[in-house]
């Protein structure tokens, strides 16, 4: 079983920064792959980027050269570093984990957090 916290998610305007970051436990085994998703209201949810515990990582094309992915193991906790923020980056973000390396598949999710950009 593994519980997620997210947090980091606010009102920014355009072209403004935000990170946010999930803490994870585990009760189990160690969490390999760790991502964010987004949902946008009317959209499918959508990757945005992944990483895995060795480090190897994957970003959506929309965000690339704006967000990074990183990871803190020692404190199992993932961060999303955005940058030049744009309308179109509103959404809910969900923070998943995973047991295994398949870094678009994930059983555990968690709350979500609001990210708006708006002027």
């Known amino acids: 079983q593994v519980t997620l916290v997210e947090s980091g998610g606010g009102l920014v305007q355009p072209g403004g920064s935000l990170r946010l970051s999930c803490a994870a436990s585990?009760?189990?085994?160690?969490?390999?792959?760790m991502g964010w998703y987004r949902q946008a209201p009317g959209k499918q949810r959508e990757l945005v980027a992944a990483?895995?515990?060795?480090?190897?990582?994957k970003l959506a094309d929309a965000v690339k050269g704006r967000f990074d992915i990183s990871r803190d193991g020692a404190k199992n906790t993932v961060y999303l570093e955005m940058n030049s923020l744009k309308h179109e980056d509103t959404a809910v973000y969900y923070c998943?984990?995973?047991?295994?390396?398949?870094?678009?598949?994930?059983?555990?999710w968690g709350q979500g957090t609001q990210v708006t950009v708006s002027s």
């Open positions: 990483i895995s515990s060795g480090g190897r990582t």
């Open positions: 585990t009760t189990r085994f160690a969490i390999n792959a």
């Open positions: 998943c984990a995973s047991y295994y390396y398949d870094l678009d598949d994930y059983d555990y």
